[in-house]
């Protein structure tokens, strides 16, 4: 299994494992990634700042997802809680794996390679955020097996409600 900055080649694979994600919430009805979002465009902004990565196993892509080390404008309001910390901090977003790859482990690796690149930062950065949709179980099953806590609710610009999610690094 590798981690590697997607190039813009691996975008048709990552849309299909895009694809199959919001497929998986619409038949589970959840009402994340419902309004063409994540797009095409989206991926290729978040390739252009390198903040584009997709999981490889025997030389297949399976999976996708975002890192990015930059402010979060929604993340600036927390309600019914409080983030662990107020510096700087890595996000995840837009994860997604093949529905084949599912359970194989590969949410735990891309944990490790965010805390990996965080600690990496001059200087390393303490903490990594996500969120997710109250509904999205197995996000939230990821956060909690990989040592999140669970801060509070933060609000996209859309206005759509989401769980917020911290872990501290040091």
Known sequence: MKIRLAENGDLPRIMEIIHQAQEYFRGAGIDQWQNNYPNAEAILADMAMQESFVVEDDGQVVGTFMCSFRDEPTYEKIYDGQWLTDGPCGVIHRVAMDNRAKGKGYGGAVVQFMVDRCLAQDPPVCSLRGDTHEDNHSMQ??????????????????????????????
């Open 141 to 170: 099953r990821l956060f909690a097996k990989n040592g999140y806590q669970h801060c509070g609710t933060i609000y996209l610009e859309s206005g759509a409600k989401r769980l917020a999610f911290e872990k501290l690094l040091m």
